[in-house]
């Protein structure tokens, strides 16, 4: 086995090429170069140094792994007889993966590799841009980035960026985040004596004509938090200031876990309403209601130094791994119900105490919704058989619940009729969670229903005689029954 040798050509022209890279070159028996399509390489050609260029290999395949694989195979194949230089780009290390793939290659004893030289077009754009990278920068590849990892309050820089095609691509990905007017540069041969700079709107990086190999797209960071409304620490940010004792609100300051209970619960309600009615922007308004309790709460607890939004994420993102081990692990399963069982099997080893085993109904009582306890009640204890054997079963239930309640109201106490009738909803929501509905849900359609409806019952009374004491009980039910269709 022969040695491989990689070096990096420079982010620039021949006049920024390294001496010492530069004799290796002019040393070297068999060069191969990744592509042609570099300022040095011309220089080189014209001292009549001869190359081996890989870029007939693009041409062959769709995609970019196959023909960086090829490129692989193909050195691995030269340096059984001989020594080869392999030239990149920039600098061999920086957003290069056939070096990638090549290291891979060497970890299974299948090369030996010398890594030299090269500057990296960072360099040259940090230059060119006049920025610091103390700041904080995030280098992405253009072809594969996701808005996700952007943070609109660092230097962005975006490679890879190399024809109208791929422009456009990036374009829609940071218009996601970034409004359409807002200023980036495009810089194009940095370093070199070609060097251009262009700012431009967004919107019209991808009708920029001069988009090339060397291009490098930069977004600068967000100065004014209006033009970043959609990353996730502005809005943190926000929430820490309403709740700063310095300028902070008085109202935010002073809620507490408990205080805030019953608007989580009305937010959630408003929410699950915009669903029942298909409604896009209002689902939105009300689930960032939503997430405005959580991120609430969250700072109320960093506040007082017990935990903070980590924890949340920490132990939530754990947990779906743990239990889905069908997804991020080597289980197979075969129908949902598979998935079920792995799911309360997995949370039963969780809870599990060495000293004593923990109540079965331990966590599902909640205390803003007697229905949901219910439900949660009930399902817990079918998991373990306590379950009637058929439906006849629950309806026999349902009708012996309603008739001792019809006795207790003829002949029973206040208190009496009270344990009665909670047996009747009881039984109700079991009937309901065997049929696979929810009650909790049943109840916020009805309650949503018959406010429609006796809103349009006022609306007729106040638009007749504008009084509900002036209409007969029948008048006023012909209104509801007109609501009805």
Avoid at 46 to 54: T, V, W
Avoid at 387 to 408: L, S, T, Y
Wanted: charged share 30%; with cysteine.
């Amino acid at each position: 086995m022969h040695q491989l040798t990689i070096i990096g050509l420079g982010a620039g022209d021949f006049e920024q090429l390294p001496i010492g890279v530069y004799r290796k070159l002019k040393q070297a028996k068999k060069i191969c170069v990744r592509t042609k399509e570099h300022a040095v390489l011309d220089e080189l050609a014209n001292e009549g140094i001869q190359f081996e260029s890989f870029d007939a290999m693009y041409e062959k395949h769709e995609d970019f792994l196959p023909v960086y694989e090829e490129i692989v195979e193909t050195l691995l194949k030269y340096i059984e007889s001989e020594d080869v230089i392999y030239a990149v780009p920039g600098h061999p290390l920086m957003a290069e993966m056939t070096v990638q793939l090549l290291i891979e290659a060497e970890k299974k004893g299948q090369v030996q590799l010398k890594i030299e030289g090269g500057q990296s077009f960072l360099d040259a754009v940090f230059g060119a841009l006049r920025i610091d990278p103390i700041d904080g920068f995030e280098l992405v590849n253009g072809t594969t980035f996701s808005i996700h990892q952007v943070n609109m309050y660092k230097h962005l820089l975006i490679a890879q960026v190399y024809d109208q095609f791929s422009a456009s691509e990036v374009k829609l990905t940071l218009l996601e985040k970034y409004h359409p007017d807002y200023p980036i540069k495009i810089v194009t041969a940095a370093g070199s004596k070609d060097e251009m700079i262009r700012t431009v709107p967004l919107h019209e990086l991808d009708h920029v004509a001069e988009i090339n190999n060397l291009t490098t797209v930069y977004v600068p960071p967000v100065k004014d938090k209006k033009d970043a409304l959609r990353e996730w620490s502005t809005f943190r940010e926000i929430i820490k200031t309403l709740r700063s004792p310095d300028g902070g609100c008085p109202w935010d300051r002073a809620q507490t876990h408990e205080s805030l209970k019953r608007y989580m619960l009305e937010e959630v309600h408003e929410f699950l309403q915009a669903i029942d009615e298909q409604d896009d922007e209002h689902m939105i308004e009300e689930l960032g209601d939503v997430l405005l309790q959580v991120f609430m709460q969250a700072q109320i607890a960093e506040d007082d130094g017990y935990w903070n939004l980590e924890d949340i994420l920490a132990g939530v993102a754990g947990k779906m791994i743990r239990r889905h081990p069908h997804v991020f692990s080597d289980v197979q399963v075969e129908s949902v119900e598979d998935v079920n069982a792995n799911w309360e099997k997995i949370k039963k080893k969780e809870h599990q105490n060495d000293d004593h085993a923990e109540p079965l109904l331990k966590g599902e009582y909640r205390a803003t919704s007697s229905l949901q306890t219910s439900y949660n009640y009930q399902r817990r204890a079918a998991k373990v058989g306590f379950e009637w054997p058929n439906i006849d079963g629950v309806w026999e239930k349902v009708a012996e619940e309603w008739q001792e309640f019809r006795q207790e109201i003829e002949n029973g106490t206040q208190e009496t009729r009270l344990d009665e009738f909670g047996d009747v909803l009881f039984t109700l929501v079991n009937l309901a969670r065997v049929y696979k509905i929810s009650a909790e849900d049943a109840m916020l359609h009805a309650n949503a229903k018959f406010a429609k409806r006796f809103g349009y019952v006022e609306q007729q009374v106040i638009a007749g005689r504008k009084d509900f004491k002036d209409y007969s009980l029948e008048e006023l039910d012909k209104f509801w029954q007109d609501a009805k269709q």
